[in-house]
């Protein structure tokens, strides 16, 4: 079945710690994106690749880092210098991110939290 | 600027319709999307509509769309359990894609 998995699905940080975060598709998608959620807020993006060896910072893309080395895996790095990293953390994939009608599809996320 | 929003909550009886509701400021959106959040799960894509209609239906799922307004609405007919969820609603401008703080449909017996 193609889809996109993220891993792991828990995960605590301590204090002045990195993170990485690893997002997987297998659909084929040139285009994979990070966002951010926290309770009663809508989504917000904060990076974004278009096509391997490429990415772009989104709305809130301070304290975070991304690689696009593979275009099956967007993995997301939460530094130390990210000072409030607790939240759920969904990464998606879209077939290209030019297309006006383009449709995100999601994995299932991962919760964040600051021991 | 871009700027979704929506009421937070939403409880419906079970078999009843629920109406959610969005509002967006964005005039030159072109599409504009529903999404679904199941507890602890990443989004689905429920519909979407394209920014020159003004209703799109699919199955119990009604989307209508005042652009003058900038008003979008989403009604599930005959509200089951397993519609409990978020609800979120997005819009797509300038390619970019913002989204509203989610509704939290509960739906009760």
């Known amino acids: 079945d193609g889809g996109i998995t993220q891993s792991p699905k828990y995960l605590f940080r301590k204090e002045g710690q990195n993170v990485t975060l690893s997002c997987e598709q297998n659909l084929n998608h040139d285009a994979m994106y990070w966002y951010r959620q926290d309770p009663g807020q809508g989504l917000r993006l904060i990076y974004y690749s278009q096509i391997v060896n490429d990415f772009q910072k989104g709305d809130i893309a301070e304290g975070y880092s991304v690689s696009r080395e593979k275009k099956e895996s967007f993995p997301l790095t939460v530094t130390s210098a990210q000072k409030n990293p607790t939240a759920f953390y969904l990464c998606?994939?879209?077939?290209?991110?030019?297309?006006?009608?383009?449709?995100?599809?999601f994995g299932s996320g991962t919760q964040l939290s600051v021991l | 600027g871009e700027d979704v929003e929506q009421s937070l909550f939403l409880s419906v009886r079970e078999g009843d319709s629920s109406v959610i509701n969005c509002t967006y400021t964005?005039?030159?959106?072109?599409?504009l999307y529903w999404y679904k959040q199941e507890p602890g799960a990443g989004l689905q894509l429920l519909t979407y509509i394209f920014s020159n209609m003004d209703m799109k239906q699919d199955q119990r799922l009604t989307v209508l769309l005042n652009k003058k307004d900038k008003h979008l609405s989403l009604r599930i007919a005959d509200t089951q359990t397993g519609d409990s969820a978020i609800y979120f609603c997005?819009?797509?401008?300038?390619?970019?894609?913002?989204f509203g703080a989610g509704t939290t449909v509960t739906v009760r017996a």
């Open positions: 997005a819009e797509r401008a300038d390619y970019k894609l913002s």
């Open positions: 964005d005039s030159s959106s072109t599409y």
């Open positions: 998606a994939s879209s077939i290209r991110r030019t297309g006006l009608d383009e449709k995100l599809f």
